[in-house]
């Protein structure tokens, strides 16, 4: 972060050069301008990210159908089936999550960081033969490993800052002007007391 710039920033807003809100948005962008890749790169991978996990969740849809359709059909064997039904509702949990990387919501990696689902799903599949469950959840690794290893996308993301810094700012403004109101009612009633 470029101290002169903020600290050139805030000498402006003293001034009332440039109004606050002015002042909070540059000041939030000089705070994320650390990152050399632009906001299109960064919305290029974005958008790449919800993709795969749109593709995934596709993905998971049509093997669903196919554990459903031929373990009920086919193979005559229930259990195909419930591993089907089962994996239809890891999809939802696919095509809800596909916004929220496009959002580049700061929680996304959260839902990435534990393996323990995904390998449950991975024995499940082997043990009972669902082989396409298998390739699916490949698919879910490797989407993992991709919003993992680009974490810091997330966690840097400019609105979020913006509305932290705001809000930290706003908070601190709010508690001056309670404190001055506090301060004016005490000398009021101080001079009240001091008439009578």
Not at 131 to 146: L, Y
């Amino acid at each position: 972060m470029n101290l002169d710039e903020l600290e050139k920033l805030a000498e402006l807003r003293k001034k009332g050069i440039i109004t606050k809100k002015d002042f909070d948005i540059m000041s939030a962008k000089l705070l994320c301008a650390e990152d050399p890749e632009t906001e299109q790169e960064i919305q290029n991978k974005l958008n790449s990210f919800a993709t795969y996990e749109l593709l995934s969740g596709i993905f998971w849809i049509v093997t669903a159908l196919f554990q459903i359709i031929f373990g009920a059909f086919y193979f005559e064997k229930w259990y195909i089936v419930l591993i089907g039904v089962w994996n239809i509702f890891a999809s939802c949990g696919s095509f809800s999550l596909v916004s929220r990387i496009k959002k580049r919501d700061p929680q996304v990696p959260r839902f990435y960081e534990g393996i323990v689902g995904l390998i449950i799903v991975l024995i499940i599949n082997l043990v009972f033969g669902a082989i396409i469950g298998v390739v699916a959840v490949v698919m879910e690794f490797v989407v993992r490993s991709k919003i993992l290893a680009n974490r810091e996308i997330f966690e840097r993301n400019p609105e979020v800052q913006n509305q932290e810094f705001v809000e930290e700012h706003t908070c601190s403004l709010k508690t001056k002007k309670q404190n001055t109101k506090v301060k004016q009612k005490k000398t009021t009633k101080n001079n009240q007391r001091g008439k009578k």
